[in-house]
């Protein structure tokens, strides 16, 4: 299993402003996921982050909305940027160990909420 | 791509009660499926999970889930329900092979009452 900490664990932020999620896990994992679960809605795949290369991106979501760093194995980090209150929702960190037959790990998630 | 289908987007039972929850996934291929649990305050977290096998699959706290190939159905059970229980709870389904993402279904929150 892994352990993943997500910071913050909850934000009030102002519209037209930036919040900067960090993910951190307690092992090495090549593949990391940022989701999003807004209210009401099931999680959805932002992007998945890849160590030493750029982040992929699902269908609606985009770099300059969403910058995705993942400077090594155990650590990465989810910008959501220009705020506004659209973007509130609850953002998860998800990992997955092995590349066949494994589950995803989630994070507590960091719920946003935008002014 | 992939889709996730769950029927009961809120379900409450009294304890003792049998539970079911439907599962319908969209997909051809070979798939890999789970079902999470999110417990009030807490975050994701494994609750049963189906690779290959034996179609009727055992999960932590009595819960169990039956894949139909057939059906494209992955439906969570559990005979009878505690207030524990309470939660809302999420199916999901990847591709097989691979690092393949995974698409969840809307969820399906249980309340149980005592």
């Known amino acids: 299993s892994a352990v993943i900490s997500q910071k913050p664990s909850r934000d009030i932020c102002q519209r037209g402003t930036s919040l900067t999620i960090q993910c951190q896990v307690d092992s090495q994992v090549t593949m990391m996921f940022w989701y999003r679960q807004q209210p009401g809605q099931s999680l959805t795949l932002i992007a998945t982050a890849n160590q030493g290369s750029e982040a992929t991106y699902e269908s609606g979501f985009v770099i300059d909305k969403f910058p995705i760093s993942r400077p090594n194995l155990t650590f990465s980090t989810l910008t959501v940027s220009n705020m506004s209150p659209e973007d509130s929702s609850i953002y998860l960190c998800?990992?997955?160990?092995?590349?066949?037959?494994?589950?995803?790990?989630f994070g507590q998630g960091t719920r946003l909420t935008v002014v | 791509a992939q889709s996730v289908s769950q029927h009961n987007h809120h379900v409450i039972l009294s304890e003792a009660a049998s539970l079911e929850l439907g599962c319908n996934y969209s997909y051809g291929g070979t798939v890999n499926l789970f079902w999470y649990v999110q417990y009030p305050g807490q975050h994701l977290q494994l609750l049963l999970k189906y690779f290959s096998g034996d179609p009727l699959v055992k999960g932590i706290k009595g819960f169990e889930a039956e894949f139909i190939k057939s059906k494209f159905s992955f439906n969570l059970r559990k005979p009878s329900v505690q207030w524990s229980d309470t939660a809302e709870y999420f199916c999901?389904?990847?591709?097989?092979?691979?690092?393949?993402?995974?698409?969840f279904g809307i969820g399906t929150k249980l309340q149980v009452i005592p």
């Open positions: 998800s990992v997955r160990q092995g590349e066949m037959n494994t589950e995803a790990f």
């Open positions: 999901a389904v990847t591709r097989s092979g691979g690092y393949q993402k995974v698409t």
